[in-house]
């Protein structure tokens, strides 16, 4: 997925009102990136996936490829796959994973829904932020589980409610209509997996017993100042789509209360939102 739009449909993996970011990948040398931005709940997945050294992982939106060359590393013995729907995110992953040495990961391109993936290949399926979007959840974890042996985990991060996130609720009131409430982009939503008899009723009909949550209160970093938050912010296309709902006046005025929301969280540290996530584990049965 994009790093750069939040609301990505299928298998990419950043999140946001509306996430995964399409500029192109070069104007994003910047100071902030999605790795970066969500540096703090990496550490959380890396300690709940637990890979072990021979594990075979499947890394679902692998965006630019971080969490899939982690579980490469721990996975020393056996091998990850990152798949994601962005061609320029898996060419940037494969060219960060030879820059890096790390022999025992590959990334393809393609929409986790309907890849077709070895029959029980994998041990473990992980992703962070990557599995909003799917047109169709069921069909999409099915075929997920199938490509897990028996008995084989999903561990994914995903976001709880909009209300439960900071960054959210402030781009919404930045960016609505004076007085109007922002509509939510229709169908893709990137909170689509926050409530849990949800996601159990779905995990449950694509072949995966009872599922675990476990909250996950990190925040979310936006950039080292506001002017490197507000490009960073500046560039989700959810951001860019409620933007070309106002006449230019009001833009104008929506981009100047967006600076104000993120000057209010820069401190010495750099640019944070609190943000509230789950992670979620099941095993195929």
């Given at each position: 997925?994009?790093?750069?739009?939040?609301?990505?449909?299928?298998?990419?993996?950043?999140?946001?009102?509306?996430?995964?970011?399409?500029?192109p990948?070069?104007?994003?040398?910047?100071?902030?990136?999605?790795?970066?931005?969500?540096?703090?709940?990496?550490?959380?997945?890396?300690?709940?996936?637990?890979?072990?050294?021979?594990?075979?992982?499947?890394?679902?939106?692998?965006?630019?490829?971080?969490?899939?060359?982690?579980?490469?590393?721990?996975?020393?013995?056996?091998?990850?796959?990152?798949?994601?729907?962005?061609?320029?995110?898996?060419?940037?992953?494969?060219?960060?994973?030879?820059?890096?040495?790390?022999?025992?990961?590959?990334?393809?391109?393609?929409d986790?829904?309907?890849?077709?993936?070895?029959?029980?290949?994998?041990?473990?399926?992980?992703?962070?932020?990557?599995?909003?979007?799917?047109?169709d959840?069921?069909a999409?974890?099915?075929?997920?589980?199938?490509?897990?042996?028996?008995?084989?985990?999903?561990?994914?991060?995903?976001?709880?409610?909009?209300?439960?996130?900071?960054?959210?609720?402030?781009?919404?009131?930045?960016?609505?209509?004076?007085?109007?409430?922002?509509?939510?982009?229709?169908?893709?939503?990137?909170?689509?997996?926050?409530?849990?008899e949800?996601?159990?009723?779905?995990?449950?009909?694509?072949?995966?017993?009872?599922?675990?949550?476990?909250?996950?209160?990190?925040?979310?970093?936006?950039?080292?100042?506001?002017?490197?938050?507000?490009?960073?912010?500046?560039?989700?296309?959810?951001?860019?789509?409620?933007?070309?709902?106002?006449?230019a006046?009001?833009?104008?005025?929506?981009?100047?209360?967006?600076?104000?929301?993120?000057?209010?969280?820069?401190?010495?540290?750099?640019?944070?939102?609190?943000?509230?996530?789950?992670?979620?584990?099941?095993?195929?049965?």
């Open positions: 997925m994009d790093a750069n739009d939040r609301r990505q449909p299928r298998a990419t993996s950043h999140p946001g009102p509306g996430p995964v970011r399409d500029r990948l070069e104007h994003r040398a910047a100071r902030v990136d999605y790795d970066a931005e969500l540096r703090l709940h990496d550490e959380v997945l890396r300690r709940t996936c637990n890979i072990r050294t021979d594990d075979r992982v499947l890394d679902i939106g692998c965006g630019t490829g971080r969490t899939t060359r982690d579980a490469a590393r721990s996975a020393a013995r056996g091998h990850a796959l990152g798949v994601d729907l962005s061609a320029p995110m898996i060419e940037r992953a494969r060219e960060l994973a030879r820059a890096e040495r790390v022999h025992n990961v590959a990334f393809e391109q393609g986790a829904q309907v890849y077709r993936f070895p029959a029980g290949g994998f041990d473990l399926a992980i992703s962070r932020f990557g599995t909003m979007f799917f047109e959840p069921v999409a974890f099915a075929n997920v589980a199938a490509a897990l042996r028996p008995a084989g985990r999903l561990v994914m991060m995903v976001w709880q409610d909009h209300e439960h996130n900071e960054w959210s609720v402030a781009i919404e009131r930045a960016l609505g209509r004076e007085g109007s409430p922002v509509p939510a982009p229709e169908g893709q939503e990137p909170f689509s997996l926050a409530d849990q949800t996601v159990e009723a779905i995990l449950g009909a694509a072949g995966f017993g009872q599922a675990t949550f476990t909250d996950v209160h990190q925040p979310v970093y936006y950039g080292p100042d506001v002017a490197a938050a507000l490009e960073w912010v500046g560039g989700f296309s959810s951001t860019r789509e409620l933007l070309a709902r106002l006449d006046a009001a833009a104008e005025r929506a981009l100047e209360r967006l600076r104000q929301a993120l000057a209010a969280h820069a401190g010495d540290h750099g640019v944070w939102f609190d943000s509230r996530a789950w992670i979620v584990e099941a095993h195929r049965r």
